[in-house]
């Protein structure tokens, strides 16, 4: 997560969703740096507006705005099987070797998730789960262009990205029913990603090559 605010605008780390580049990128020019421990560094839009958001008033009482990126929910959980096939995970409970996408996302769906598909909710990541609250400028990862000049335009700068902590490249297919399933288990998911703004039509094939190269 990182605070402007000059700038009065909060930007969320949402899981797989290119949150390293964005961090070194504009880190330098934030006032606060929520990074390190993955609890700290992605915390969630509930924890922000039970602490956070009130630790910031104390400084300045001018509402802050708050943005974020949220993937397609199948791409997001793709991105997480990639990244926990990896070798730095081989032999650990979260390891995803050996298992096909459709066996992860399974596990996912599962009552009780496998510690491998345990990997959260978007939805519950970016929502307040009382007052059904979301971050006010929502992008979705395959409109990064868009979030971009969102971010430039109200940085005042221009910003050049890199990508980083980049999941294994693989090709990915979800069996029919497991798609149906995942549609209806994760509505919420699915229904705040088709809110969020999407890719203008000039911007969309370079978004696609980023998606789908990520």
């Known amino acids: 997560m990182l605070v402007f605010m000059k700038q009065r605008l909060v930007m969320f780390s949402t899981p797989k969703c290119g ?5 070194k990128a504009l880190a330098p020019m934030s006032d606060l740096v929520l990074q390190g421990d993955p609890r700290i560094k992605h915390c969630t839009f509930h924890r922000y507006k039970w602490r956070l958001e009130k630790f910031l008033q104390i400084f300045d009482q001018t509402p802050m705005s708050t943005t974020a990126l949220i993937r ?13 096939h990896g070798a730095w995970l081989d032999g650990t409970p979260q390891s995803t070797k050996g298992l096909s996408f459709d066996q992860f996302v399974e596990g996912y769906l599962a009552e009780e998730q496998p510690t491998f598909a345990a990997v959260g909710s978007q939805a519950r990541f970016l929502t307040h789960p009382k007052t059904g609250e979301t971050v006010d400028h929502l992008f979705r990862y395959d409109a990064f262009d868009e979030f971009r000049a969102f971010l430039e335009h109200r940085l005042g700068q221009g910003l050049a990205l890199d990508r980083l902590n980049a999941s294994p490249q693989m090709r990915l297919s979800l069996a029919p029913h497991l798609a149906r399933r995942l549609d209806t288990t994760c509505a919420a998911d699915f229904a705040l990603y088709e809110r969020a703004c999407a890719a203008k039509p000039q911007g969309r094939i370079r978004s696609l090559i980023r998606a789908l190269a990520s």
């Open 19 to 23: 949150s390293t580049a964005l961090e």
């Open 72 to 84: 397609h929910p199948q791409d997001w959980l793709g991105s997480w099987y990639r990244y926990r």
